[in-house]
């Protein structure tokens, strides 16, 4: 990370379309503060967290081992950054009195987004009755030939239990109108925190955000903390990514889509979704993408090859269609991979009425459309490219995510 100043780091990717900037200490502050910034599209949204510390001792700041530490007679303070994220680690010296670590928050422009176990989203039947199993980190169908179990929606441990965090009102790709490319909206993730003793010894920690009163909590099991070797690491990570940290199976026709406002008139120039592919890929797995105005098909894109089973962004161009101001479209998206071998989308859990889904029998998307009710809470990794239309540019053009719904055909959804 580069030093502002005595008290103040920074990470900038000086990506003028889509950036993210961290920022470490308070460049606002005359002393370092054990604090964190993150900062998406130019601060146009941000969120700061900061450890609350009553000691009374005065902390030594140092740099060593790629990390930034605070350190005082109780607990400290490490900032460093790892693959696709940033740590923000708090080290007990001593067992705490309390087995809570508390931090405030302040934010701008963003929603937070909790993350529950599968057995709180997802029951037994769902999907027309094929779901047969759910844990914590996934659902499962079965297969009649074989009888085997196939997980079509997973969410990895240290998601279970985090936040998703959003743009209030934006998403999409406005780069080529001049403006900002939000994606699916999505400014960065809060993983489930670790907690390790001296000894290698971890368990989960209990994390919850009160955007009301600022505060963000981690709470740690007091057994552990009663027979942890001290120090004790508590390790919460901040993400990069900008995809959705859960996978929902999409494929053998499956449509899902969310629906979007834009506020100025334009013309569809691709659509972007964030896919990978389970059992590996075959010759001929593709992907649509298509764009409805209510239950009538306004356009779709040819059938794209998904060329590889890896986690990746896949773009599929549009017909530039025409698309009017402070209309609602849903952004659609389906796969011909056969299940069992399971062609996921990623998405996070958003709020009531994000998502829903339909069944189709073909790779042609219908219509009309036969959407389901829209009741379901997911907001999936897709996203529009859009240019002006007329020839206008349009320097700050906003575009606000309205409610989702996710198309199911036969075998899964995605949206």
């Given at each position: 990370?580069?030093?502002?100043?005595?008290?103040?780091?920074?990470?900038?990717?000086?990506?003028?379309?889509?950036?993210?900037?961290?920022?470490?200490?308070?460049?606002?502050?005359?002393?370092?503060?054990?604090?964190?910034?993150?900062?998406?599209?130019?601060?146009?949204?941000?969120?700061?967290?900061?450890?609350?510390?009553?000691?009374?001792?005065?902390?030594?700041?140092?740099?060593?081992e790629g990390k930034i530490k605070y350190i005082k007679n109780k607990i400290e303070a490490?900032?460093?950054?790892?693959?696709?994220?940033?740590?923000?680690?708090?080290?007990?010296?001593?067992?705490?009195?309390?087995?809570?670590?508390?931090?405030?928050?302040?934010?701008?422009?963003?929603?937070?987004?909790?993350?529950?176990?599968?057995?709180?989203?997802?029951?037994?039947?769902?999907?027309?009755?094929?779901?047969?199993?759910?844990?914590?980190?996934?659902?499962?169908?079965?297969?009649?030939?074989?009888?085997?179990?196939?997980?079509?929606?997973?969410?990895?441990?240290?998601?279970?239990?985090?936040?998703?965090?959003?743009?209030?009102?934006?998403?999409?790709?406005?780069?080529?109108?001049?403006?900002?490319?939000?994606?699916?909206?999505?400014?960065?993730?809060?993983?489930?925190?670790?907690?390790?003793?001296?000894?290698?010894?971890?368990?989960?920690?209990?994390?919850?955000?009160?955007?009301?009163?600022?505060?963000?909590?981690?709470?740690?099991?007091?057994?552990?903390?009663?027979?942890?070797?001290?120090?004790?690491?508590?390790?919460?990570?901040?993400?990069?990514?900008?995809?959705?940290?859960?996978?929902?199976?999409?494929?053998?026709?499956?449509?899902?889509?969310?629906?979007?406002?834009?506020?100025?008139?334009?013309?569809?120039?691709?659509?972007?979704?964030?896919?990978?592919?389970?059992?590996?890929?075959?010759?001929?797995?593709?992907?649509?993408?298509?764009?409805?105005?209510?239950?009538?098909?306004?356009?779709?894109?040819?059938?794209?090859?998904?060329?590889?089973?890896?986690?990746?962004?896949?773009?599929?161009?549009?017909?530039?269609?025409?698309?009017?101001?402070?209309?609602?479209?849903?952004?659609?998206?389906?796969?011909?991979?056969?299940?069992?071998?399971?062609?996921?989308?990623?998405?996070?859990?958003?709020?009531?009425?994000?998502?829903?889904?339909?069944?189709?029998?073909?790779?042609?998307?219908?219509?009309?459309?036969?959407?389901?009710?829209?009741?379901?809470?997911?907001?999936?990794?897709?996203?529009?490219?859009?240019?002006?239309?007329?020839?206008?540019?349009?320097?700050?053009?906003?575009?606000?995510?309205?409610?989702?719904?996710?198309?199911?055909?036969?075998?899964?959804?995605?949206?």
């Open positions: 990370m580069e030093k502002i100043n005595s008290t103040t780091y920074k990470k900038d990717n000086k990506d003028k379309f889509n950036r993210f900037e961290i920022e470490v200490g308070d460049i606002h502050s005359e002393d370092f503060k054990p604090q964190v910034k993150l900062k998406r599209w130019d601060n146009e949204c941000n969120a700061s967290f900061r450890v609350i510390d009553d000691g009374l001792d005065e902390p030594t700041i140092k740099e060593e490490h900032f460093y950054e790892v693959e696709k994220g940033h740590e923000f680690e708090v080290v007990l010296k001593k067992k705490p009195n309390i087995n809570k670590i508390q931090m405030s928050i302040e934010t701008k422009r963003l929603k937070f987004y909790y993350q529950p176990p599968l057995t709180e989203e997802i029951k037994v039947g769902d999907e027309g009755g094929r779901i047969v199993k759910v844990t914590e980190t996934d659902a499962y169908v079965k297969d009649e030939k074989t009888g085997e179990l196939t997980s079509v929606n997973h969410r990895p441990e240290n998601v279970v239990g985090s936040y998703a965090v959003y743009h209030k009102s934006n998403s999409g790709d406005y780069s080529k109108m001049g403006g900002k490319n939000y994606m699916a909206g999505k400014a960065f993730h809060i993983y489930r925190p670790k907690i390790i003793d001296s000894n290698g010894n971890w368990v989960w920690g209990n994390l919850s955000i009160d955007e009301k009163s600022g505060i963000l909590t981690i709470e740690i099991d007091q057994d552990f903390l009663d027979n942890a070797v001290y120090p004790v690491n508590v390790d919460p990570t901040f993400g990069y990514d900008t995809v959705g940290g859960s996978t929902q199976n999409v494929g053998n026709y499956q449509v899902s889509g969310s629906y979007h406002t834009i506020t100025e008139t334009g013309t569809a120039d691709s659509m972007t979704g964030y896919f990978d592919i389970a059992g590996g890929y075959s010759s001929g797995d593709e992907f649509k993408t298509g764009i409805y105005q209510g239950t009538s098909l306004i356009g779709s894109s040819a059938a794209v090859d998904l060329q590889n089973a890896d986690p990746a962004w896949r773009t599929a161009n549009m017909n530039g269609e025409s698309l009017t101001a402070n209309t609602e479209y849903m952004l659609v998206a389906m796969s011909n991979v056969m299940p069992l071998r399971c062609c996921y989308l990623y998405y996070d859990s958003g709020t009531e009425g994000d998502s829903n889904y339909d069944n189709q029998d073909d790779f042609i998307f219908d219509d009309p459309a036969n959407w389901e009710d829209r009741d379901t809470d997911r907001k999936y990794s897709i996203y529009c490219t859009y240019t002006a239309g007329g020839g206008t540019k349009v320097i700050k053009p906003t575009y606000q995510l309205g409610k989702g719904m996710q198309i199911n055909s036969k075998n899964h959804h995605l949206s």
